[in-house]
């Protein structure tokens, strides 16, 4: 995590961080990129960013797989599911489902060269795509974990219409992210947010604001859960809608 935040790519954004209030925009390096692009020319960068995600996601599945049900569920699809990290910790207690992470390609090559380290044979699949356009593997549960929080709402809203134009009518998604408290008062995640608007553009949403983001595209929100972690003070929230 650290290695993540005081890299070049990262810190040079958060430095520049009053372009971001004075324009409601994040922040573009000199070559006008967006920071994801900049991580395909830094690979070393890219490769510290991968690691502190893996070390969330890591917190959140070990925490969904204790105190989350999944045994309704026979196919799971993980939406921008990286490296098969959250899936391989979820499906060892979902004994009767499968899973499948959708990714982009290159990032889909290197995760099947490493997924037999899971122990998971043929139950965890790889699919490489886009997920704001690109069809997604058939599913009863799609999952997107801290995925909204890196994008404005114009942005999560494509993200989740392509979800929703996927999911099969009675399919579910759990959305897995943090929750900002809806009240005036400061909260801790306040600088992560902040954070997230200079180098992404996205931002730590309230419950309400992710009901709506969710209602909007065509899902029927059904309740929010809290799943406490195992590492960290707050807990993950899981906001779970269906497709009528």
């Known amino acids: 995590?650290?290695?993540?935040?005081?890299?070049?790519?990262?810190?040079?954004?958060?430095?520049?961080?009053?372009?971001?209030?004075?324009?409601?925009?994040?922040?573009?390096?000199?070559?006008?990129?967006?920071?994801?692009?900049?991580?395909?020319?830094?690979?070393?960068?890219?490769?510290?960013?991968?690691?502190?995600?893996?070390?969330?996601?890591?917190?959140?599945?070990?925490?969904?797989?204790?105190?989350?049900?999944?045994?309704?569920?026979?196919?799971?699809v993980d939406i921008g599911g990286s490296m098969g990290l959250l899936l391989s910790k979820i499906l060892p207690a979902a004994a009767h489902a499968n899973g499948t992470v959708v990714d982009r390609p290159q990032i889909v090559e290197q995760a099947r060269a490493n997924a037999g380290a899971y122990g998971l044979g043929d139950r965890l699949s790889f699919t490489g795509g886009d997920f704001f356009a690109s069809d997604l593997p058939r599913g009863d549960l799609y999952l997107l974990k801290t995925v909204l929080c890196d994008w404005g709402d114009e942005n999560a809203s494509r993200i989740l219409a392509n979800a929703f134009r996927c999911t099969p009518p009675g399919g579910r998604l759990a959305v897995i992210d943090w929750v900002r408290p809806a009240g005036p008062e400061p909260s801790e995640l306040d600088i992560m947010s902040i954070s997230l608007e200079v180098v992404t553009g996205g931002r730590i949403r309230t419950e309400a604001e992710f009901v709506t983001l969710i209602e909007s595209v065509g899902y029927r929100f059904d309740s929010a859960v809290t799943v406490a972690s195992r590492e960290r003070s707050r807990p993950w929230y899981v906001l779970q809608a269906t497709r009528p």
Do not use: C, K, S
Not at 24 to 44: M, S, T
Not at 49 to 60: K, S
């Open 1 to 76: 995590m650290a290695l993540m935040q005081m890299g070049e790519g990262m810190w040079n954004r958060m430095a520049r961080l009053h372009e971001t209030v004075l324009t409601g925009r994040p922040v573009h390096d000199d070559r006008g990129e967006e920071l994801y692009d900049y991580y395909v020319r830094h690979p070393q960068e890219r490769g510290w960013h991968a690691a502190a995600m893996a070390d969330l996601t890591d917190d959140a599945g070990t925490a969904l797989a204790e105190q989350y049900d999944f045994a309704p569920y026979q196919e799971i």
